[in-house]
Every structure is written in structure tokens, then in C-alpha cells.
């Protein structure tokens, strides 16, 4: 059963996190069906999880291309010097693009969901952190140096037991709280089910990724 944790300091349970993570697929899955669909992986046998009755898993969504456009608004003809360029991130599964896999994982240290992902350009070599962030949107790589919340560092992947880059999450909980001030408390499930698409709008727009209107619409 859902607890109201979601709704009250940010943080989720691990049971939580993973009624909000098969939610989530459900309505990407519905709301974005020309697109790859996010997969649980299912993780219990890890050492010894199943023989105790724990689920243990994170989502994953693999080979994403995203192509980067810069798009600017023309006035007669001539860009207002007042205005910044729009950054367009264009997803698709045709190989055009750098190639991204993302996995949302569980941190049982700060017990919010977090996003780990490995980029390759189409020669199929990884990025380094320096390319990645030329990579990000204009307004993404200026908010990495003013927000903790988007901080990328790299670290070995709690599954994978390999490198693979993250966005921190030391500071989740606290704009989460804040996403889901005004959730009924009395109605918990509703608050844990709409609180991975809730964080998704959050975290996707580091890589210029936004939900469609239809699905944020769905969580009320």
C-alpha cells in the first residue's frame, strides 16, 4: 500500500517508488507510444533479494537518439539580441544523433528517484562530462553552475557496476516537497503515482526532454 510519504517531505519508500515507476511506464507508454518505452528490469535474484520477497529493480529506457536543433525567433527577418536562442532536443529511435540510455534507480540514502544515464556520439564513443554539458540545452548548462539539483557527476552504476554519469540528488526532495504542495495527503496513492511524472518534468528538461501536455494533465 502507499504511504502519504510522497506528499510530505519529497521522499518516497522503496514500495513507493515502485508503484510511481510502473505508473509512470504506463503513461508514457500511452501518452508517447511512437516512442521507446520505458522497461522495469527486474533485479530481486541480486544477491539473494528474491529468497527474502524483496522486489528489487530500476526503470530503464535504451537507445534514444536525441538530436539537438537550435531554433531562434526572427523578427522581420533579424533575431532580437534580447532574446535567447529556443533549444529543441528531438527524440527518435533512427540513428541520427547522439545515443542515450537512461535508468531511473532508487537511492535508499536520500530515498527520491534517480536518473543515471551514458551518452555516445554515432561513432559509438562515449562522451565525455565536458562534451556532455556542450551538449545540454543553453538554459540546462547555465543552470549546472547555479543549481545543485542538476550537478552531474559520474559513478559506478549500483546495478551495472560500471561508470555511468547521474544527476545528483542531494537536492530532490526539496523542490519535490515543493512540486507536490497542495496533494491531498488523504489520498496517498494519488500522490505517489503522480509523483515520478511530476520529478520527470524536472530532470528531463536537463536534456531539453519535455512530457506532452496530455500526460501531465492525467496526474490532475
Known sequence: MASNQATCDGSLSLIDFQIAANDFAEKWKKFNSAYPEWLWID????????AHGVIDGYLSLQNVFIRRSLEEERDEGGCNDDEEPFDNATLSTSDDGDQYHFHVVYSPSYRVPVLYFHVQNTDGQPLNLDEIKTNLPTKSAKVLLESKWTFITQQEHP??????????PCGTSEWMKLLLVGVDNSMATNGTERYMISWFSVVGQVFGLKLPFEMLKSIG
Open 43 to 50: 533485479c530481486s535474484n541480486r544477491l539473494g533479494f528474491a
Open 159 to 168: 546495478y551495472l557496476n560500471r561508470p555511468w554519469y547521474m544527476l545528483h
